[in-house]
């Protein structure tokens, strides 16, 4: 019998059917899976601990397998359990999503600032936030890591890989991790960081290429990222003009220096993203698995027009992706 036959049929005893493989590194993969004891899709990580190097065994792997079992949030993709077994490998099961923040501003170009961008974003400072307030970072935010549903509507943050227990300064990290496009100067200066301002850039640049589908800052040569980073931010030509509000909101999170950007309590109580949650609030209802417009809020917003049923195309052309 195969080892993979071998770990498929451990988990056929447990009642989970596999699918195709979603993904694969060199120790570790994710499947598609269902299972009669979890409604909807599930996705399986598989870890091969004997292949895996002793700084992730013994470091982060366990820092993450803390994490998940002591978190809970609508925001953050939910593990349902976790199976070892004799042959070494390790089985996380979890919710499994429709796509991710990457592959979706991949398919549009970019997200209307509102209210896409804002009510996705929204959600994964909430997410962000939730971690924070436990002393808990991510270190590895990045669009890629924003799991979706299938309306695109609900977002969960996933691939806590680098998490970590911080409670921020003067509580410094030396471990430079995640990726390098959505890195903060100090972590590519390699300077000891506050984990948690880390996680407020990385935030930025999230935001940015959400309503841009570019990066910030151009990760081709690292070495002089921090020299383009201390510059500011720029906005490409054939971007639709986007509200001051969001721009500030992405200037304050990618200030070059740590102590002038905002926590995310602060970030959370921003005008610009709270407006959102007042207007969905007031303008809409939740029914059927959607939010679909009240019918006060048409009435009110249209009280003239004749038909109230109409839909919005937005179609997104391709532009240039840097700035610089």
Known sequence: MSKSSGGDKWLSELGYKLGQTLGEGSYSKVRVATSAKYKGPLAIKVVDRRRAPPDFIHKFLPRELSILRAIRHPNIVRVFEFIEVCNGKLYIVMEAASTDLLQLVQQLGNLPCTPEARE????????????????????????????LSADTRRAKLTDFGFGRESRGYPDLSTTYCGSAAYASPEVLLGIPYDPKKYDIWSLGVVLYVMVTGCMPFDDTHIHSMPRHQKK???????????????????????????????????????????SGLVNKESSLRWAGGHWKLTKEYVDA?????????????TMVAGKGCDPH
Do not use: T
Not at 138 to 143: A, E, N, T
Not at 237 to 251: H, Q, S
């Open 232 to 274: 500011g931010v720029f906005y490409p030509e054939g971007v639709p003009a986007l509200p001051d509000p969001c721009k500030a909101l992405i200037a304050q999170l990618l200030q070059f220096s740590p102590a002038s950007r905002p926590g995310v309590g602060q970030v959370a109580k921003n005008s610009w993203l709270k």
């Open 301 to 313: 917003a249209l009280p003239k027009a004749k038909h109230k049923n109409m839909a919005v195309q």
């Open 120 to 147: 996705i974003f929204s959600q994964v400072v909430g997410a962000v936030r939730y971690l924070h307030d436990r002393d808990l970072v991510h270190r590895d935010l990045k669009c890629e890591n924003v799991l």
